[in-house]
């Protein structure tokens, strides 16, 4: 059984409820669609859990901003996060962020981050068959926070929900489980009060996490997917 997470953004509380609730149900694989990093405080924390899981961890796009020293193109908000998480990640976390792959392929599953147009910055927003390559059956992808299952006649989109910071109106943890051909997905409640007091701890204003409470963005906006289903 392989535990699909994503999008934990350095929320430890939420990653720690979301592995618990995952080695309990019989995971014994973890598997990342990236986004390690971003948003909370705790990265280097939640990089040694998946280390110590021996998770895959595939690049998202706050992964690549925090490997290369890069910052977001969109948001001053999401830079000034990374620029405080480059001053805490240690040499080895850094290292091992940085080994992350660019997707990953097994048998009939493909795991991504973004989407098959761009890996780590594509937003899929509107789900059809069509986005889902030839020769996969099930595509795995992260980056918008909203939790969604997909059944087509002959392939599944699955995105796993966010660990860190669910956009979809539900404050708990998200994640998935690929049980030989059977796709779960699992909501699990964690203390957001103990990620508020990192990040306060970290400096930063109610602004960067009181969105948690109620499983949105920054700002508030929750959001969702559409589904087209062919003719």
């Known amino acids: 059984m392989i535990a699909i997470l994503s999008d934990i953004h350095s929320n430890l509380s ?7 609730d995952a080695v309990e149900r ?58 405080y998480q480059m001053s805490i990640i240690t040499t080895e976390q850094k290292t091992w962020l940085s080994q992350s792959l660019p997707s990953y392929r097994e048998g009939g599953n493909y795991f991504l981050h973004g989407g098959p147009d761009d890996l780590q910055d594509q937003y899929l927003y509107t789900i059809s068959e069509q986005i889902i390559p030839n020769g996969v059956v099930n595509l795995f992808a992260g980056h918008t926070h909203v939790q969604s299952l ?3 006649s002959q392939k599944r989109f699955c995105n796993p929900g966010s660990v860190g910071q669910p956009r979809d109106g539900d404050c708990r943890a998200a994640y ?30 109610a602004m960067h996490y009181e969105n948690l409470y109620v499983g949105a963005q920054i700002g508030g906006r929750v959001d ?7 003719e």
Request: charged share 20%; hydrophobic share 45%.
């Open 14 to 20: 939420a990653l720690q409820a979301a592995l618990s």
């Open 26 to 83: 019989g995971c014994t694989r973890f598997i990342s669609l990236g986004d390690v990093a971003g948003y909370h405080a705790q990265t280097g924390e939640c990089i040694d859990l998946l280390m110590a899981h021996n998770a895959i961890n595939i690049m998202g796009n706050h992964d690549s901003y925090l490997v290369h020293g890069s910052f977001c193109p969109r948001s001053s908000i999401v830079s000034s996060i990374i620029k």
């Open 150 to 152: 997909v059944r087509f």
């Open 176 to 205: 998935a489980i690929l049980k030989e051909e059977e796709i779960t997905l699992y909501r699990v409640p964690y203390d957001i009060d103990r990620t508020a007091d990192a990040m306060k701890l970290a400096g930063f204003s």
């Open 224 to 230: 969702q997917i559409k589904i087209e289903i062919g």
